[in-house]
């Protein structure tokens, strides 16, 4: 087999949502995007296009790599990366990740990052092989049908400040989804609460499943419940959804979600990181 790459800049959004999907075909957790997805993961992600890339076997589309990057930081994140079917198990993933890995230094940044499903043994290994390290292990959390009684004052902030919050308050080394910057990036309906010094960034809360984007505590605040506070007191307010957790939560604070009687999902992802 012959393998190339092409920059993703080069394709129209409706084939690269395609060579995404192939990518993730009969993957270990059915993934499936749609075109409005796809911009959302754009723009919140930071994805740079130029800098993604196609992959080409014997000059067939066969899969592809999403990076995001952060300048100032000197950072690439793999956001996504999938490969076809059809050429899986013969050489291409490694191939392709050495591709991306050159690439990286030759833009001078200085760490390459990534999340990858625990229980995927094939990727986690791949990954090791090309030299990234397990910074931590990242849970998912759920809590259906949720009620909550007493409801309390909760005050609305704009997300742009919820991401200054994390970026002054938060752990430096956050999974990228959970930073500063990629929380202020999210767009309504997705919305921020305030509760003493206490704080949470979630998803449409008019919709029947409501996504945890963010759970923020100031420092000097930590330890007295209030972040388990805030989850009830949001939960309260808006009684009888499914609140669920996406499994980007380092594990250390996963007590705080079981304190608001959330459950633990079975998968968890690796946080890595490969210095350049």
């Known amino acids: 087999m012959n393998f190339d790459t092409m920059p993703a800049s080069n394709y129209p959004l409706a084939d690269l949502v395609k060579f995404l999907n192939r990518g993730f075909e009969a993957y270990f957790v059915p993934i499936q995007f749609n075109t409005s997805a796809f911009l959302n993961m754009l723009h919140q992600d930071g994805i740079d296009l130029p800098a993604s890339r196609v992959l080409i076997v014997d ?34 993933g490694s191939w392709f990740m050495e591709v991306l890995i050159e690439e990286a230094r030759q833009r001078n940044d200085r760490e390459m990052v990534l999340e990858v499903i625990e229980q995927n043994e094939p990727a986690v290994k791949l990954y090791r092989r ?45 999974p990228w989804q959970l930073s500063g910057e990629s929380i202020a990036r999210m767009n309504p309906p997705a919305c921020a609460y305030r509760k003493g010094q206490a704080y949470v960034a979630v998803s449409n809360l008019e919709a029947e499943h409501v996504v945890i984007w963010s759970l923020l505590v100031e420092q000097e605040a930590r330890g007295e419940g209030l972040g388990a506070d805030i989850l009830k007191s949001v939960i309260a307010n808006y009684a009888g959804k499914t609140w669920h957790v996406p499994a980007i939560v380092p594990e250390e604070f996963g007590k705080v979600f079981e304190r608001a009687d959330f459950e633990r999902e079975e998968l968890s992802q690796w946080q890595m990181t490969l210095s350049l």
């Open 130 to 174: 090309c030299g990234f390290q397990a910074v931590r292990r990242l849970l998912g959390f759920i809590r259906k049908e949720a009620e909550e009684h007493g409801k309390s004052a909760l005050y609305k902030i704009d997300l742009r400040e919820m991401g200054q919050l994390i970026s002054k308050h938060g752990l430096p080394d956050l």
């Open 59 to 92: 000059e067939q589309p066969c899969g592809i790599a999403l990076i995001a990057r952060r300048e100032a930081l000197r950072a690439s994140r793999l956001a996504a990366m999938g490969v076809a079917k059809e050429v899986r198990g013969k050489g291409a």
